[in-house]
């Protein structure tokens, strides 16, 4: 979902670095202040909705916040004291490295079975459209949804997969897909990549829309079909949409909550618990506000790591 | 990247607008290959769309301790329906109208926003959209921490607006950016054309660039609605007590509670779908018609 509003972010911010204009000081003051009127709800939302949580979730992680606090309104500052409990927490390598598996196993298995329908789908035949839209519908469902679907599909006893791999013979007994602290992870995964294939496929294809016939004419006239086609033309061509996808697709996948609170919610024994469930664990379940702001601030200065990234990605995409 | 590859990733992204390319094929000429490639999307599709199929069926069965759900739903049950609905009908309606009150509180910030952003040299505009940008990359669950603390000061924990303001963070940036999209194809001409006839910014607004920008912020209404409907986050974390309890968070407790009565959450699954399956029919339709539309006329 953030990831639709993503994806159109970097054209937006891309298309108006040049619509500065010269400057004309004085101009008209009057329509000035008349066109900020315009502008002036949307900032002061933006303001409060994303810049202030953002400030305020720094300065709570500096406090010590109990169940009391919301009574008393009492927070003493406690300097680094949260950072250390949770970094020390044995939880916390738990959590990152979870973090860590869940957004590469993502992130790998959507972009490749993405990249590889949207080729697929780049040929000519009937239908294409209406099947290629009918394939949007996992991205369009509620995450909620689909986790409880999911859950009912991977269940030990009755699932439809354990049913499936039942009565082919593959396996005598129920698979604990959900319920094994050793293949919970990879179910999660499994689950969020099914989740973002429809994305990866949409923004996928338009990239590979975009790339001229006459190359590809040309190519197959120097001999280059099929695979090598795909490696000389299709690939360098798509590179940039491909950056996009892939930082985007870490950005949105970092963040990811809805899915593992309702698959597993965190579990069995943390062993699906990431950097953002543990913050909403923290604050939302132990009521220790300051300790979940500042595993919310960790998991902002990842995300930020890759949003300078991102936009290296998309200055370089422009300059080309 | 090109202006042009960026426009048709956003296009892509909500439309399958298939481009009139001069190899489209004419009615009748599809091969056997074709129809081949064709039974091999249908079943990539169906391995793809198998868990929606999945959640309707067992919508259908019988409540109760069948140990293995029957591959078809033959003599379908509605008996989980009656229970979504009266279980969960509340929520679902709660779910409607924060989904709605989200839309046009959204379409009201968004749209004034994304014609200053069309149409004034506004300086500072690109600071506004690269914010739209970074605030996208912000966690969720870092806007709910600090946003439960405020909401309790502000007594808006639990209540309908709270819900209503804090989802729009889903749809609002998302707006601004596709109605600004739409009214940066919308010729300045007709604006010009207004301003001539002696309309004000308001005017001009309101009375030309709005009804001609009708498909943009249809589309922009239909995501905002899907998203908020979707919300789980905020439905958490911002409320504490069933009075005001939207849908996405009923079924994350009936699957704590009811985890045997699997059909009737399966139901309520598919009743908390519907506004996606109608968005994918609808926008469509909406999203084609607001890239080609044309203002000069």
Partial sequence: MSATVQSRLHLAVTETENDGGPRRFGYRSRE????????????????????YPVVK?????????????????EAPWVGFANYVTVMSSSLFSTSLINTALFTAGSIA??????????????????????????????????LIVSSAVWRWILDKDSGALNNFLESLGIISTGIPWLTSTSLALAAVVGVNIWIGIPFNVTVLYGGLQDIPDELYEAASLDGATGWRAFRHVTWPMLRPVVSVVLVLGVVYTLKVLDIILGLTNGGPANSTQTIATQSYALSFQNFKFGEGAAMGNILVLISLVFAVLYLRVNRRAVDE | MTTNTQTDTVAAATSRRNRPGPLKAVHGQWGTRQWGTTALAILFLAVMLFPVYWMINA????????????????????TGYATAISQQGRN?????????????????????????????KVRGAGVVLFAILISQMIPGIVVANALYTAYNDLGLLNSIP????????????????????????????????????????????WSIVLPLSRNALITAGLFTFLFTWSDFLFALTLTTTDDVRPVTLGIFQYMGAYVNDWSSVMATAVLASIPAIILLLAAQKYVAAGTTGGAVK
Avoid: C
């Fill in chain 1, 32 to 51: 000035r202040v008349y066109q900020w009127l315009f502008l002036a709800p949307a900032v002061a939302y933006l303001v409060l909705f994303f810049g």
């Fill in chain 1, 57 to 73: 979730n720094v300065a709570m992680s500096f406090q010590e916040y109990t169940t009391g606090t919301f009574y008393t309104g």
């Fill in chain 1, 109 to 142: 298995g959507q972009f490749i079975l993405g990249l590889g329908l949207a080729v697929f789908f780049k040929r000519k035949f009937p239908l294409n459209g209406i099947l290629r839209s009918l394939l949007l519908l996992p991205w369009l469902l509620p």
């Fill in chain 2, 59 to 78: 919508s259908l069965q019988p409540n109760g301790t069948t140990l293995q759900t029957s591959w078809l739903p033959l003599s379908p049950d509605f």
């Fill in chain 2, 92 to 120: 679902l309606g709660t779910s409607l109208v924060v989904a709605l009150g989200s839309v046009v509180f959204s379409l009201a910030v968004a749209a004034p926003a994304a014609y200053a952003l069309a149409y004034f």
């Fill in chain 2, 162 to 205: 709270g819900l209503i303001l804090a989802d729009s963070s889903h749809g609002i940036p998302f707006a601004i950016l596709i109605i600004r999209a739409f009214m940066n194809n919308m010729p300045a001409s007709v604006i010009e054309a207004a301003k001539v006839d002696g309309a004000g910014h308001l005017r001009a607004f």
